[in-house]
């Protein structure tokens, strides 16, 4: 499955922005779905991994009760839900489907005034 990423941009700090992510194919069949950033510099960082089976959702302790990840299966599209953004939120944005080691493009969030 190939994997996009979509709606990034420019947003004030405190402000909130919603992402997306459109799967190639079908979503019902993946289990599990997430969201990474790479900041410059840096390395990737996990923030979510949802599970479809189990229905948890795990969040690094770094945008736990900011950021809320959610699916639509019907149109094939994982979407990552953004408040209270910081400027430490500034990077490139990717979604991916771990099981199936597929990574799609990032979407660049820049946080600043």
């Known amino acids: 499955v190939q994997l996009q990423a979509s709606g990034g941009g420019l947003v004030q700090p405190g402000g909130s922005l919603r992402i997306s992510c459109a799967a190639s194919?079908?979503?019902?069949?993946?289990?599990?779905m997430g969201w990474y950033r790479q900041a410059p510099g840096k390395q990737r960082r996990e923030l979510v991994a949802?599970?479809?089976?189990?229905?948890?959702?795990l969040y690094d302790d770094s945008v736990k009760g900011r950021f809320t990840v959610s699916r639509d299966n019907a149109k094939n599209t994982l979407y990552l839900q953004m408040k209270s953004l910081q400027p430490e939120d500034t990077a490139v944005y990717f979604c991916?489907?771990?099981?199936?080691?597929?990574w799609g493009k990032g979407t660049q969030v820049t946080v600043s005034s």
């Open positions: 194919e079908s979503m019902f069949s993946i289990n599990v």
């Open positions: 949802s599970s479809t089976i189990s229905g948890r959702e």
């Open positions: 991916c489907a771990p099981e199936l080691n597929s």
